[in-house]
């Protein structure tokens, strides 16, 4: 019943926040704090950004006794962007990881509910990789009916049991069709079974071969050296995780202007620090438990590695599942505590470059005059404290106050 009463309460202060600032919509609006970050790598200082419907119209320096919002000693910077991200992944009515799905009803509000929080933590853009009714809440929020960040989705992913060669490529022209934005693929196996390469070699070829041949980005579910390697050689647009990757297939990466999107700051603490919820139900095992409890200080060393390497296009994602939505912004704290990234390549990571790699770069993930009015404001300078981009005091998406 409590949880009910949640989401009921949820839902009405969603549609109030999402519809409230319609009537404003086409009046100038005018954003000051004492820093504006434009996601590209420039400070401004005292600065203003201006906005107009939904884009950003420009951006000013100096006082601003006119503003809408004097956002003070804050700093704004741009929406941030989650390039992997579970929105459907929930616990259920029992506290339980529910890894076999409810009604449809009950799935689309856990989705929503995980969409707004992600949302309110900063996040304007977010790659969901992996499940059907993504369509369905990319579809309401885009409408307006929810809010929550602008969502891209896989629909469902391709592994070794997809078949053929042939029959990939066919399944390949299916997701494109179905309106998939990217083709999520899982060369390894998870961490939890040890991180072999699981697909062959001609089965990523078709893949990501036919991927590129209808328009369709991909991302792959990567860990060892040898399936980032046959991944990369494959002509594979993206690799995830890479807990084992080498200084070779590192510079492989670099070298062929892959993206790389290690995750070390939040899927794995959520998996641990959540671990009741999770034990027992699928390959959640004890077992698993251990490889992830060392999956640790792996990827302590692996991104210390990776920020090391020279021309490596890093992105942000989280893989963030049941438990870690919301907690988002973590990753970029721990890229920059672990892994010594320095803290403005670390948020330009979350914005601009994690916007190129989603083809968007031209609408989102900078602050400049024709760019969507995607912008948050953190409470601090995070270029000096990086713990800043989890402070979020306001959240503005497509031009509409969401957060203040």
């Given amino acids: 019943m409590r949880r009910m009463k949640l989401k009921a309460a949820l839902f009405a202060a969603a549609v109030s ?3 409230a600032p319609l009537a404003a919509q086409n009046t100038t609006i005018r954003i000051h704090a004492a820093a504006v970050l434009d996601g590209a790598g420039k400070t401004l200082r005292n600065a203003t950004v201006v906005v107009q419907g939904s884009r950003i119209t420009s951006i000013e320096t100096g006082n601003a006794p006119d ?29 339980r990881y529910a890894a076999r799905p409810g009604t449809p009803a009950q799935e689309i509000l856990y989705a929503a509910e995980n969409a707004y929080v992600t949302l309110l933590a900063g996040f304007t853009t977010i790659q969901s990789p992996g499940q059907a009714n993504d369509v369905e809440l990319r579809a309401a929020i885009a409408r307006g009916v929810f809010p929550g960040p602008r969502i891209l989705t896989s629909i469902t992913s391709l592994n070794e049991r997809s078949g053929t060669p042939d029959e990939i490529r066919q399944k390949v022209r299916q997701l494109k069709t179905d309106g998939a934005d990217v083709l ?17 070699d001609d089965q990523l070829r078709a893949a990501c ?8 980005r991909t991302m792959v579910h990567a860990h060892s050296p040898e399936s980032i390697k046959a991944s990369v050689n494959a002509g594979c647009h993206q690799i995830e995780h890479g807990v084992f990757a080498t200084d070779e297939v590192l510079k492989l990466m670099a070298d062929k202007g892959v993206y790389f ?34 999956g640790l200080s792996i990827n302590a060393a ?20 049941a438990g870690a939505h919301g907690h988002n912004a973590d990753e970029i704290v721990e890229r920059v505590r672990q892994g010594n990234q320095k803290p403005m390549d670390a948020i330009v990571s979350a914005t601009s470059m994690s916007a190129k790699s989603l083809n968007l770069d031209k609408t989102i993930g900078t602050l400049a005059p024709g760019y969507e009015a995607d912008l948050i404001a953190v409470d601090g300078d995070p270029t000096t404290d990086i713990a800043a981009v989890t402070r979020v005091a306001f959240v503005m998406k497509g031009g509409k106050v969401f957060k203040r």
């Fill in 17 to 19: 926040l999402c519809f």
């Fill in 67 to 95: 503003a809408t919002y004097d956002l003070g000693a804050r700093t704004i910077m741009p929406g941030l962007i989650d390039v992997h991200a579970h929105v459907g992944w929930h616990f259920d009515k029992d506290g």
């Fill in 184 to 200: 999520k693929i899982f060369a390894s196996a998870s961490i939890r079974d040890g991180g072999k390469q699981t697909m062959t």
């Fill in 209 to 216: 071969g036919e991927a590129r041949e209808r328009g369709l």
């Fill in 261 to 294: 999107d290690p995750n070390v700051g939040v899927v794995l603490q959520n998996y641990l620090r959540n671990k009741t919820k999770y034990l027992g139900i699928q390959n959640y095992t004890e077992e698993g438990f251990a490889y992830m409890e060392k």
């Fill in 302 to 321: 692996m991104i210390k590695k990776a920020v090391a390497t020279p021309n490596l296009k890093l992105v942000l994602g989280t893989d963030a599942v």
